[in-house]
């Protein structure tokens, strides 16, 4: 059978999620406007899981448009919230051309009804252990409209993910997948709404997926490698065997985790495995924010310690901070980007905070009315305002992020940040500028074009 599997994103074309049809916006750099560096796992993963004979193309929509006139007799969808209208409009394009679609993912776990007239098959849940059924039914064109995985999948036996498959216009690393889940159930975060335990694969099966390298990777694709888990090192016991089992391989790695993850411990293995990079949700400096969104784990009086302790063993953090939520002032707002440089930042960034559906933060939201009227998906990329904030204008809001970015990226900042892990250590102060230098085009690209947005709209629509 020939197939496609999709990752749906923003498309290079679409108007105006982040008005990169303005002038200003088209000089975001390449590979960040098309979220470039690494390939998500999600692609490689489903691809896995179909027969081996099947002749399959991958489509990374960070990377390349999917092309609905495409030759394939089945499409498998996966999508997140703010692109589920493109995965929709995409789904009713191979339709109509007779293709079969089923679309999985994040946003049809939450929504299967959505897609009833663009897909002829939803999966809800996990896909593991619903493929097999689906691929027969598939085989016999017999599909159901929904299939609901019964059971958590079984992570002990993954297949090897189709790192063949990747296109090499990603930039740098590789994707790899160890944990499922977080113990965590912040108030904003998917997962709050999508309850699954959190799970380990076995060591060696991660050790292996890492080791299966295609011949022709270039030796970056060999040498870096991110582990796109959640909270990767939430079990303190399976992240440290996992930091020891790497420190052999000789890699360099990053992944994503919950500040309460890091000890003098956890960052010396860190640093020693190879890692240096982590991504880390702070969310906030105002402790009344963070205790609002039930993200109790953070606090912000440990924030400096603890990244001190990854500065340390040579590992840059890079952190995202959520702008709007309950607790944030115009006093707050104001002095954050200071507050973010003091407690040590590699890499911040900066955006509203976006209600998925289903999460305890939309419901609140939605139950006391202050979600923007009508269709709100397709603006819930960080980037668009979505809901009256409590303590502060939305016309000021809007205007505030954006102003945020532009002084977090201005010379000044940037030259302090890269300044002060100069002093810790050549390469460290190497990687910290590079990734300044693109972030600060990126950040300050999004806030021209976000300025621009407003400037045409005018106030706030709600
Ligand atoms: C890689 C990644 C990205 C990539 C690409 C996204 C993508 N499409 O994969 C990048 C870096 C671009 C990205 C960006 C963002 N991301 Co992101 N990202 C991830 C990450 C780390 C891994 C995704 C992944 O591959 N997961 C592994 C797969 C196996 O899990 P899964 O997707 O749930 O898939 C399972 C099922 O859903 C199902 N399934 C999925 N697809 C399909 C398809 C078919 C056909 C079938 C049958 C089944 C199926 O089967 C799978 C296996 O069981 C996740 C965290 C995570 N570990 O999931 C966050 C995550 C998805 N991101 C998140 C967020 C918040 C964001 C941002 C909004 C952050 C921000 N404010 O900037 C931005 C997007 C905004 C923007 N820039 O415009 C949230 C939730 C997003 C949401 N709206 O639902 C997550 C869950 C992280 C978190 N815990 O907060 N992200
Ligand atoms: S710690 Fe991160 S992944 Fe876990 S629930 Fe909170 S936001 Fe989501």
Request: charged share 25%.
């Amino acid at each position: 059978m020939r197939v496609a599997v999709i990752v749906v994103w923003r498309p290079k074309n679409f108007p105006d999620w982040t008005g990169r049809t303005g002038e200003l916006a088209k000089r975001i750099p390449g590979p960040l406007a098309g979220d470039g560096g690494a390939a998500p796992y999600v692609g490689i993963h489903i691809a896995s899981l179909l027969p081996r004979d099947w002749e399959i193309t991958l489509v990374h929509e960070m990377v390349r448009d999917a092309d609905p006139e495409m030759d394939v007799e089945a499409v498998f969808l996966s999508t997140m919230d703010f692109c589920a209208p493109r995965a929709r409009d995409l789904g009713r394009r191979f339709r109509a051309r007779g293709v079969k679609v089923i679309v999985g993912g994040l946003y049809p776990t939450l929504n299967p009804e959505y897609f009833s007239d663009s897909a002829d098959a939803v999966v809800v849940g996990e896909a593991e252990g619903v493929m097999p059924r689906l691929i027969e039914d598939l085989r016999r064109g017999d599909l159901s409209p929904r299939y609901e995985a019964s059971t958590l999948s079984d992570l002990s036996d993954l297949p090897v993910p189709r790192y063949d498959l990747v296109e090499t216009d990603f930039k740098v690393t590789m994707p790899y997948e160890a944990t499922r889940g977080c113990p965590f159930t912040c108030s904003f975060c998917v997962l709050s709404a999508i309850r699954v335990p959190y799970r380990r694969r076995p060591i060696p099966n991660v050790l292996r997926d890492i080791s299966n390298i295609p011949s022709g990777w270039d030796w970056r694709q060999r040498k870096y490698l991110i582990f796109w888990d959640n909270n990767l090192g939430a079990d303190r016991r399976y992240f440290r065997d996992l930091c020891e089992a790497l420190v052999p391989m000789k890699r360099i790695w990053g992944t994503e985790t919950s500040i309460d993850t890091v000890t003098p411990e956890s960052a010396r293995l860190m640093g020693r495995s190879g890692c240096r990079f982590v991504y880390i949700g702070l969310e906030s400096l105002s402790q009344e924010s963070l205790k609002n969104s039930n993200k109790r784990q953070n606090k912000v009086a440990e924030f400096k310690r603890r990244l001190g302790y990854l500065h340390d063993n040579g590992v840059m953090v890079m952190s995202i901070f959520l702008l709007g939520l309950d607790g944030d002032t115009p006093e707050y707002i104001e002095r954050l980007p200071e507050m973010i440089h003091e407690i040590g930042v590699d890499v911040p960034v900066i955006s509203f905070a976006a209600p998925i559906e289903g999460t305890t933060f939309y419901n609140d939201l939605r139950s006391n009315d202050r979600l923007l009227p009508g269709d709100i998906l397709g603006g819930m990329d960080g980037m668009h305002l979505v809901y009256k904030p409590l303590n502060i204008s939305p016309d000021e809001l809007e205007i505030a992020l954006m102003q945020c970015m532009r002084k977090l990226y201005s010379p000044g900042f940037v030259a302090r940040r890269v300044a002060r892990r100069l002093r810790t250590g050549f390469w460290g102060g190497l990687s910290n500028a590079t990734a300044n230098v693109f972030y600060a085009a990126f950040q300050r690209s999004l806030s021209n074009a976000g300025l621009e947005r407003i400037r045409n709209r005018g106030p706030w629509p709600g």
